[in-house]
């Protein structure tokens, strides 16, 4: 059974609904992480808090392993070899911000692929992480 992970882009939209989803759904640890970080409230992190330890229980919670790290590392490399080479051999400097997300995004790409789970996302960096990951499934929404 193939299995559909949410990216936080997907869960953060203001049209979002669980029912709209491919089914059946997993959770990784970094988008719980990604959304607790952005949280407005105490009760919107409860809410997040409780999903991360719903899906823990119910064995549909992914969490980097340390090959991930080590996976995610090496395409975080090839990406900014790719903006070095794009830009003639000197990449501009990315804020630290971008950085993290682009470290975030490659996590949960080598935790899904890994685990042959389909990221469900309408962030463009994860097809250019695809390219170097090649058993990443992913799905526009």
Request: proline share 3%.
């Amino acid at each position: 059974m193939s299995f559909f992970l949410p990216d936080t882009n997907i869960i953060q939209a203001k049209d979002f609904s669980f029912e709209k989803l491919y089914k059946p759904l997993c959770f990784s640890a970094v988008v719980f992480n990604e959304l607790m970080t952005a949280c407005n409230d105490t009760k919107e992190l409860k809410q997040y808090q409780k999903g991360w330890k719903d899906a823990l229980a119910d064995k549909i919670l992914i969490v980097p392993t340390i090959e991930d790290w080590f996976e995610a590392g090496r395409i975080q490399f090839l990406l900014a070899q790719d903006r070095k080479n794009d830009a003639g051999g000197k990449s501009l400097k990315r804020p630290a911000k971008v950085k993290q997300e682009i470290a975030l995004d490659c996590l949960i790409a080598a935790s899904c692929s890994r685990e042959n789970i389909t990221v469900i996302t309408n962030d463009g960096d994860f097809w250019a992480i695809g390219r170097y990951l090649k058993k990443l499934k992913l799905l526009k929404f």
